[in-house]
Nanobody, 127 residues
Framework: VQLQASGGGLVQAGGSLRLSCAAS????????VGWFRQIPGKERESVAA????????FYANSAKGRFTMTRDNAKNTVYLQMSSLKPEDTAVYYC?????????????????????WGQGTQVTVSS
């Protein structure tokens, strides 16, 4: 499966952005999907994940209460709605497919749980 993240941009602190991750080829193939982000010079970190059915989500502490992950399997797209953005949210955001349909019971936040990665989209939050 090929993934393409989009929707990044420049926004002021306190603003909102919605990222999209579109699948092509084999679509999401019944898999959960995660969002990660990376600041230059730092390790990539988990942000959120969602199971195949969309009924279960997982969030990093930094994202809880501000970010919402959803998916539309009919459109082969997952979304990350980001609100109350902070300068420390500035990063390149990546989406990836999980090895299973539901990360529940796994270390959903670990990169090793994901097998296909898309190109990232830059999010810049100005103060």
């Amino acid at each position: 499966v090929q993934l393409q993240a989009s929707g990044g941009g420049l926004v002021q602190a306190g603003g909102s952005l919605r990222l999209s991750c579109a699948a092509s080829g084999r679509t999401f193939s019944g898999k959960a999907v995660g969002w990660f982000r990376q600041i230059p010079g730092k390790e990539r970190e988990s942000v959120a994940a969602i199971n195949w059915g969309g009924g279960r989500t997982f969030y990093a502490n930094s994202a809880k209460g501000r970010f919402t992950m959803t998916r539309d399997n009919a459109k082969n797209t997952v979304y990350l709605q980001m609100s109350s953005l902070k300068p420390e949210d500035t990063a390149v955001y990546y989406c990836a497919t999980h090895r299973s349909a539901d990360p529940y019971g796994t270390n959903w936040f670990r990169e090793t749980q994901y097998d296909s990665w898309g190109q990232g989209t830059q999010v810049t939050v100005s103060s």
